[in-house]
């Protein structure tokens, strides 16, 4: 892997490096793939930690198939979201090592260089909103991160979040998703002292408005300190999770 920026200017600043050599380095970080419909953006993962994903909806699979090849030119990981079930079977025939989720619509080729410390917990209120952890779970294993699932246990039966009490308190950061009246994020902050990253998801009747009851009650939870990412965006919340591990990460490193 290259090196990063902030190692690039490290070494610049404590004269490892001349000036040629840095501005070398770092035009190289800041590389594109030019496609006819795509500028792809190879080391972004070097600035932000989450690399470029591709979200295949509304993608030919002529298109998406053409990006893949090409990330993979340069890069050992490529990551996909959004991605129907008739898109998955083309690629994962195209690519059979891939790991694919059909639920979580989402699929990731290679593999990280990097394994990241720490564990994410996934929890959801129902069956339903499962899809929605799935596809955090692809970006999660696609970089390393260790995670461990938590499904229905809403606040319809309370019990079965209080009896998984331990499991929970084993993850260091945790992702809650929850459509109907988007509670559990909320009973959530109220017990565990952990990060917790709230996903509300399109799953109710009529006054559930498509999700975005779940999103105002995330929004104007009474348990302080839960972040609310959009509807349905799992991607979301396990990049907020993985940029959360990776800050750990480096400070434990430093001390």
């Known amino acids: 892997m290259k090196k990063s920026l902030r190692k690039i200017l490290e070494d610049f600043k404590s004269s490892k490096l001349d000036i040629e050599s840095t501005l070398k380095l770092i035009e190289q970080n800041q590389k594109t793939i030019e496609l006819d419909y795509a500028s792809l953006d190879i080391h972004r993962e070097h600035r932000t930690n989450i690399p470029e994903i591709i979200f295949c909806e509304n993608k030919s699979i002529d298109q998406i198939l053409k990006i893949i090849k090409s990330i993979l030119s340069e890069k050992k990981l490529v990551i996909g979201s959004r991605c129907s079930e008739e898109k998955l079977k083309l690629i994962r025939k195209k690519y059979p090592k891939g790991t694919y989720s059909f639920d979580g619509k989402a699929f990731f080729i290679g593999k990280s260089n990097e394994k990241i410390h720490g564990r994410v917990g996934l929890i959801t209120a129902g069956t339903t909103d499962i899809s929605v952890c799935e596809e955090a779970a692809i970006l999660l294993q696609a970089l390393g991160v260790d995670f461990q699932k938590f499904y229905d246990i809403g606040v319809a039966g309370i019990h ?22 988007g509670a559990l994020p909320s009973v959530v902050g109220g017990i565990f002292a952990q990060p917790i990253i709230a996903v509300p998801t399109n799953i109710g009747y009529g006054t559930s408005l498509n999700g975005f ?43």
């Open 160 to 181: 079965r979040l209080l009896s998984r009490i331990d499991g929970i308190n084993s993850c260091d950061v945790l992702i809650v998703a929850a459509g109907m009246e």
């Open 213 to 255: 009851t779940a999103l105002f009650a995330m929004l104007t939870s009474c348990s302080p300190g839960i972040t609310v990412v959009n509807i349905n965006n799992g991607i979301g919340a396990a990049s907020a999770a993985i940029k959360i591990l990776k800050l750990l990460d480096r400070k434990l490193k430093k001390d």
